[in-house]
Each structure stands twice: as C-alpha cells, then as structure tokens.
C-alpha cells in the first residue's frame, strides 16, 4: 500500500509562511480525495484542507483564506502553502486519504510558529 512521507516543517515567525509537501511511495491517482491534517499539542488530530483527484479544493475553517493545498497526481505529491501563519497553527502536520486510513499515517511534519 501506499505510504506518505511528509516534509518542509520548520519554526517560523507569527505572519510567515511555510509549504509543506507530501510525497507518496506508489500512485495516488486512484485516491480520490487527499488532505492534510494537524495535531496540535493536547488536541485531536483534524482536517485541514482536502483536494480531489481532479482539483476541488475544500478547507476547514482556519484554514480558509490562509492555505492553499496542491495535488500533483504525475509526481505523487499533495503540497500545503501555508500564510499569515499564527501561533495557533502550531502542530504537526500529516496528509492521509480522506477519509483518513489509520494504516497510512506518517511521521508527520513539526510546524512551529513562534517568536
């Protein structure tokens, strides 16, 4: 099956910016629908944004304005841009198919926003 590896974590300023990418080990253009995710510390893990196999994008509400999610069905890759970052968005981030598949969970990407 499938596995995903998430990347482009980091620690940033309140007002930055961060672009995560996803990249899977096999093909993703038989999933439908990929998203991105975020456990922030204490909280459970929720959905942040969901792109279909041809391109509808969908965003969770703190998300909205903010993110931009991408989806490269040749390369394999979902990517995050993330804006106007605050601390709040602290967290790790995965992507999974969503719904989610307990089985494809990666490691995650640690985003920190602080001063």
């Known amino acids: 099956q499938v596995q995903f590896v998430e990347s482009g974590g980091g620690l940033v300023q309140p007002g930055g910016s961060l672009r995560l990418s996803c990249a899977a080990s096999g093909s993703i253009s038989s999933i439908y629908t990929m998203g991105w995710y975020r456990q922030a510390p204490g909280k459970q893990r929720e959905l942040v944004a969901t792109i279909t196999r041809i391109g509808v994008r969908n965003y969770e509400d703190p998300a909205k304005g903010r993110f931009i999610i991408f989806r490269d069905n040749a390369k394999n890759t979902v990517d995050l841009q993330m804006n106007s970052l605050n601390p709040e968005d602290t967290a790790v981030y995965y992507c999974?198919?969503?719904?989610?598949?307990?089985?494809?969970w990666g490691q995650g990407t640690q985003v920190t926003v602080s001063s």
């Open positions: 999974n198919q969503q719904p989610a598949r307990d089985s494809l």
